[in-house]
């Protein structure tokens, strides 16, 4: 058994080949089992501590359990990330556990390859312009990953309910050779961007619709419960509307209340990754469509991701036989 | 994170601190939330590959999540075990993972524990012949075990399918300063024991309860799905019926087929571990009274067992405020 630290896996999860990789799984199907389990413990403070279980098994390939603890109150506490996890890859010929993986690494690379795949199958070819809403751990990741599909973009604007986060953000990717400025304004960067990413942990909307640019591309990271939401209903009617998967429309306030209220229907959301990566359901249809991912994530995801993590670490290219 | 190899495992979980430890953790209660989630891949040449995983959550105390593989066509395919595993165990205060700890290692400390905890509540104090029936994997920590529990045993005789494997068994206890001998009458050897241990992948009962001792206890590890079975009606009928966990009754063979055919009933199980520690039920009534106890395992279990470990890796004296 291995351990893959941090520092590994962000040298083995290259975003290119992983959005690469990403593009091939789902033109194949997913993991022939995978579920979730999920406690919750209540907290007198607020929020419940969460600890999830995400199993995927695919026969003869991998077993993957991705386990996972959210504790809202670490940063008060203990100063420590609220959300943690590590993969425990099983080769699945053998049973044999082969590697426990850093899980924080490989979820910040997972998210936002799972969106940067989105927006090369639904945004612009010809983006310019990217919006980051929000300047938390995963923004980062995801303007490094959309500028990987889109290295057309000239114009990082980062905004952030904190200022200051948001330049402190512009000064990261500075480090990393990305020029990005923080903007004070949402709704002006809003109605300037081709592309606009959001990874907040909003429950009311703060994204408006009616100021999209034709065109523009709106990916979804946020909302991961029935009580979040980053976009308002005039997001969903003025865009096509994608999701990762399918069961995303299930579980996220992005889509339970607007389902609820008939502001669309699930009939409007025109399809998921899977769809689109076989050719299914189309993507863009003109320069002037607004579309719109909201990414969901799920275990035949973070399966995919450690898979080609692995393949990587043995030097084999990526290859999964996930069909179902 | 930490991986805890089998070396340290061995090290951490000697068998007087872990039974004691074991009798501790029965005498409070289960940790709050434990489960389990198996998934199964049917096999074109028997038995089904399984990944079964146990998880449980004490609050403020520890997550403990056991990964389970049992591919039975791996010893012919691989010369390699049927069952892998490996134990996660997660800092309950923070959520991060403090030690991926090796599982194999864990299972036959626990597993053999477990059933010495059960002879040393209801076996005969001046019990001094043990026959172990089986001589797989777990047959060495259980005879060490159970010698542990009743250090008045002066005599080990082994019996198994395969004679060699007995007799190899025998030899591999003489280099841990253990004498044992191998026996090749299953009948003679049930007929003089005071402590059985009977560890076999037995579908058909080979452990005759017409040929026991008065004071005899039986110890039954092996049947863990309702198909297997180790000992037969007259045991159950004999013997003041014990399990380690109520649970156990509605999973094993050993109480499935029995109860179907009115041989015993439920209320015939007179106790399980919590309710001997606990002082509920009363255990041996008089020196001529035949026990039996079910080891039939379970998630918290594996939890007591994991927590014990971490705290003696930390230098820690043992604890637990599991309740519930």
Redesign the interface.
């Known amino acids: 058994?291995e351990?893959i630290d941090a520092n590994r896996v962000h040298e083995l999860l290259d975003f290119k080949g992983l959005i690469e990789a990403l593009e091939t799984a789902h033109q194949g199907g997913m993991p022939?089992?995978s579920?979730r389990?999920i406690?919750q413990?209540p907290n007198p403070q607020g929020q419940p501590?969460i600890?999830i279980?995400l199993?995927a098994?695919q026969?003869q390939e991998g077993?993957l359990?991705k386990?996972v603890?959210?504790?809202p109150n670490?940063k008060a506490r203990?100063n420590?990330p609220t959300?943690?996890?590590?993969y425990?890859f099983?080769n699945a010929?053998?049973?044999?556990?082969e590697a426990?993986i850093d899980g924080e690494a490989v979820i910040f690379r997972k998210t936002s390859s799972d969106s940067a795949l989105g927006s090369k199958l639904l945004s612009r070819p010809d983006a310019e312009t990217m919006l980051m809403i929000g300047a938390g751990g995963l923004a980062p990741y995801l303007v490094q990953a959309h500028l990987t599909a889109r290295p057309g973009i000239k114009n990082v604007m980062i905004w952030n309910r904190t200022g200051a986060n948001a330049a402190a953000l512009a000064d990261k990717l500075a480090g990393l050779g990305i020029t990005a400025r923080a903007v004070e304004d949402l709704d002006v960067a809003v109605s300037q961007a081709d592309i606009i990413s959001s990874a907040t942990m909003a429950q009311t909307p703060q994204l408006k619709g009616k100021l999209l640019k034709p065109g523009a591309h709106v990916d979804l990271v946020g909302s991961f419960t029935p009580e979040m939401r980053e976009a308002d209903d005039d997001v969903l009617t003025r865009a096509s509307v994608f999701v990762d998967h399918r069961q995303t429309t299930t579980r996220s306030g992005e889509f339970l209340g607007p389902f609820e209220r008939g502001v669309i229907t699930p009939d409007d959301v025109r399809g998921d990754l899977f769809e689109l990566c076989q050719g299914k359901v189309e993507g863009r249809r003109s320069a002037e469509e607004i579309t719109m991912m909201k990414n969901g994530g799920g275990s035949h995801i973070d399966y995919y991701v450690a898979k080609y993590l692995m393949d990587r670490h043995h030097g084999r290219p990526f290859a999964t036989s996930c069909s179902s």
Chains 1, 2 share one sequence.
Request: net charge negative.
């Open positions: 058994m351990m022939k089992q579920d389990l406690y413990e501590d600890f279980m199993p098994w026969p077993i359990a386990l603890t959210s504790f670490n203990h420590l959300v943690n996890s590590v425990v099983i010929d053998t049973g044999v556990t426990v």
